[in-house]
């Protein structure tokens, strides 16, 4: 299996997109429930494409890709998620 971090990685990137830090943040898993904040969650990629996978079932809650000048975040995964900031 590859190795993964955790969704403390995420910090810089969507920190640019919500001008707070978002690792802090709780989402709630779309396919099994499990609540937890973003900095729990099993993070996949490199910095021009990351993966967000819940900690409890493994799907994808999230997807983050870096292209150029643009930054395009998926939450299929996620019900719900707390305000950012």
Do not use: I, K, Y
Not at 7 to 33: R, Y
Not at 45 to 60: E, F, I, K, L
Request: glycine share 8%.
């Amino acid at each position: 299996m590859t190795s993964h971090l955790d969704g403390n990685v995420l910090a810089g990137a969507l920190s640019e997109l919500t001008g707070s830090d978002p690792t802090d943040t709780m989402s709630q898993c779309l396919s099994c429930d499990d609540v937890s904040p973003l900095a729990a969650e099993l993070v996949f990629g490199n910095p021009d494409a990351w993966v967000v996978r819940c900690r409890h079932c493994d799907d994808v809650l999230l997807v983050v890709v870096h292209r150029d000048t643009t930054t395009v975040v998926t939450l299929d995964g996620v019900r719900w998620w707390t305000e950012l900031g």
